[in-house]
């Protein structure tokens, strides 16, 4: 167990709907990453998170956004999805954002669009 | 922009044999270096990692080699178990721009081991 929880574990949605997946980063961790795992793109970063402020973005869509609350989970939002949305969405997180530091990641949200 | 390649799998091996995983990197700058795996319906989870050319990170008998000059992070383990099936990433953190890191991954390898 990483200590890093999403929900919900899987969502299944249609096209052209707009849903939201949660993190809660580990005790302690300031640094909230997200990423996409897809079979054709592998796993992409997608953005990034210190303490309430973007930090660094990737290869997120403009439909995506994210933010992270004063409390330090963080949510995305994927609006007008379309089925090559469906993917594995991965939160990750760690102490500061540094570079030798570790990522510790959640067990997922799985996406269905169909 | 960073990249990271590693060999294409599925690796297919039995018990007690001896592993090697290639993994090679673009990067500017001098990145940190990981590897990952991921058991089947779980997240990833750090297996080792290594953060300056020729150290080595070990863990669970796994071992890779930071090689600057030849950009390699290659995974070994002596005699693998069936335990160890998992898909295994390699990944780099580097910089992103100002005091930003983030992680690069290749696209995995499927591990299988038979008994």
């Known amino acids: 167990d990483s200590g890093v929880t999403q929900t919900p574990k899987h969502l299944i949605t249609a096209t052209g709907q707009r849903v939201t997946l949660r993190c809660s980063p580990r005790?302690?961790?300031?640094?909230v990453y997200w990423y996409q795992q897809s079979l054709d793109q592998g796993l992409q970063f997608l953005i990034q998170?210190?303490?309430?402020?973007?930090?660094a973005k990737g290869n997120i869509l403009e439909r995506f956004s994210a933010q992270q609350f004063p409390d330090l989970h963080s949510e995305l939002n994927l609006s007008s999805l379309e089925l090559g949305d469906s993917a594995l969405y991965f939160c990750a997180s760690s102490a500061w954002g540094g570079l030798t530091e570790t990522q510790y990641f959640g067990p997922g949200t799985r996406l269905l669009v169909l | 922009g960073d990249s990271v390649t590693q060999m294409e799998g599925p690796v297919t091996l039995s018990e007690e044999a001896f592993l090697t995983i290639n993994c090679t990197y673009t990067?500017?700058?001098?990145?940190?270096l990981f590897w990952y795996v991921q058991y089947p319906g779980e997240g990833l989870q750090l297996l080792l990692k290594a953060t300056k050319a020729d150290d080595k990170g070990s863990n669970k008998g796994f071992e890779a080699t930071y090689r600057k000059e030849t950009t390699s992070f290659h995974l070994e383990k002596g005699s693998v178990q069936v335990s160890d099936s998992a898909v295994y990433f390699c990944?780099?953190?580097?910089?992103?721009?100002?005091?930003?890191?983030?992680?690069?991954f290749g696209k995995g390898t499927l591990l299988t081991v038979n008994p």
């Open positions: 005790s302690g961790d300031l640094s």
């Open positions: 998170y210190y303490n309430g402020e973007e930090r």
């Open positions: 990944a780099l953190s580097a910089n992103s721009g100002g005091s930003n890191y983030k992680l690069t």
């Open positions: 990067a500017t700058g001098y990145p940190s």
